[in-house]
């Protein structure tokens, strides 16, 4: 390995000092030691959303660290200078605005944060779906369902849509008419969060939803644990269409669900190889022990 020249060595060292003294900073305002706050969102070698994610990260949003965060940011007017960010011609400064937007949950800046949502820069659209899970609420996740509306089903943004809603929202939006790419987000969603409330409008989705839609909900519903589900997916074990019959093998096998294993076993022979491999594994998890 070549040695690093002295004044990589050097550079490394200042940003590792920027860094230091950014955190001391953000830290001392974070537990109330201090109240003022300077914080230069140019600085090379110092990312300051990064920085404040390691105060604020598994902190709800009322917690004293993050108040006094909040209050900081928004008192050195840098609050607003972040949230002007959020509109900047260059990628990087919408990129790190919005992280720092989502570490201090700064619920009023949604609007802008949602825009970003519609950029083809993928870094810059994830960093905005990053930041709406953070903030949460019903106003986040509707700019997320929207944003699925426009663009399709994409996997960032149902995984920040299942942290970001609110209790019954994604029940309720399954029950909603819907474009076709949300209705199948929803439903992973509503597996993600693993919510117990979701199971009625996922047994129905089943029922009458479109083969996507079915799919889906075979895998959510097993993903949740659910065992009031287990009869409707033991009877999507006989459908035509074999997608559905390997979403349900999986969920049943998830479920350890002992009443369908004479079902599973049928499929052992089913013609497609990806079916029968799938009961095979679902029957393999149903031996005690």
């Given amino acids: 390995m070549a040695a690093r020249s002295p004044m990589v060595v050097i550079h490394q ?46 902190l709800p949003i009322e917690s004293m660290h993050v108040q006094r965060l909040v209050f900081a940011f928004k008192r050195s007017g840098t609050a607003d200078r972040v949230v002007e960010r959020l509109a900047a011609e260059s ?19 949604v609007p802008w944060v949602a825009a970003l949502l519609e950029s083809d820069d993928r870094p810059v659209s994830d960093a905005g779906a990053r930041a709406l899970g953070k903030i949460g609420g019903a106003r986040s996740a509707t700019a997320l369902v929207q944003a699925i509306q426009r663009k399709g089903l994409n996997r960032r943004f149902v995984v920040e849509l299942a942290r970001a809603a609110p209790d019954l929202f994604v029940e309720a939006a399954l029950t909603q008419p819907q474009r076709s790419a949300v209705r199948p987000a929803l439903a992973i969603a509503a597996g ?26 075979c895998r959510a519903l097993g993903w949740i644990g659910s065992g009031t589900a287990v009869p409707t997916i033991t009877r999507a074990l006989g459908d035509r269409d074999w997608k559905i019959r390997l979403s349900a093998a999986k969920a049943l096998g998830a479920l350890r669900a002992q009443s369908a294993q004479s079902e599973l076993t049928y499929l052992r022979i089913d013609r497609n190889a990806s079916v029968r491999k799938a009961a095979e594994q679902a029957l393999y998890r149903l031996i005690p022990g």
Avoid: K
């Avoid at 990628?91 to 800046?109: D, W, Y």
């Avoid at 409330?197 to 029922?207: H, K, N, Y």
């Fill in 13 to 58: 060292a200042h940003a590792g000092i920027r860094r230091s003294a950014l955190r001391r900073q953000l830290q001392s305002v974070a537990s109330g030691n201090s109240t003022s706050l300077s914080v230069d969102l140019d600085q090379s070698g110092a990312d300051v959303g990064a920085a404040i994610e390691e105060i604020t990260n598994h």
């Fill in 192 to 217: 993600l969060r693993r919510r117990q409330t979701a199971v009625g409008p996922l047994i129905r989705l089943m029922e009458d939803g479109s083969r996507r839609e079915r799919v889906i909900s």
């Fill in 91 to 109: 990628p990087q400064q919408r990129l790190n605005s919005a992280r720092v937007v989502g570490a201090l949950r700064l619920t009023e800046a």
